[in-house]
């Protein structure tokens, strides 16, 4: 039993026009993994939680590509201006194909996550990272470039 089968359920539902399906699937899920996975999250196929998803906090404007592997306890939101009268940087993350979340990690902000990224544990994202990117670090920063596969 995993999250992500009641999120695709609900994303069904929910683009079908079926009543009260998605909002169904979204309290399952909160009820059972602790988890805030919203039906209108656009997740690819091949992506999964780890360990059920435990913990896990999607924003609903958040896009999550194909095989994505996102860990337990991982925050994928927006985030608001640390200074109240800076200007808002309204949002949300794009991950991309073939990422690698680790658990504990916090992607905020609208950045965008590249193809073949890797999100170290814990690591704080507040900055956009390039495609073949290792990330680690509060706030994360890029530790290696890896050559993508053709």
Sequence with gaps: MNAIVFHRIGHWAL??????????CHRVIFLL????????????????????GIGVVIHSDSRIGARVAIGQGVTIGGRGP????APRREGAPVIEDDVYIGPGACILG?????????????????ESVPPGGVVGGVPARLLKQRPLPS
Excluded: K, M
């Design 15 to 24: 683009a079908h026009h079926v009543p009260l399906l998605p909002g169904l």
């Design 110 to 126: 609208p950045i965008v996550v590249g193809r073949g990224a890797l999100i170290a544990p814990n690591a704080v994202v507040i």
């Design 33 to 52: 993994f602790n988890s805030y996975v919203d039906p209108a999250t656009e997740i690819g196929p091949g992506s999964h939680f780890s360990y059920g």
């Design 82 to 85: 640390a200074d109240p009268s």
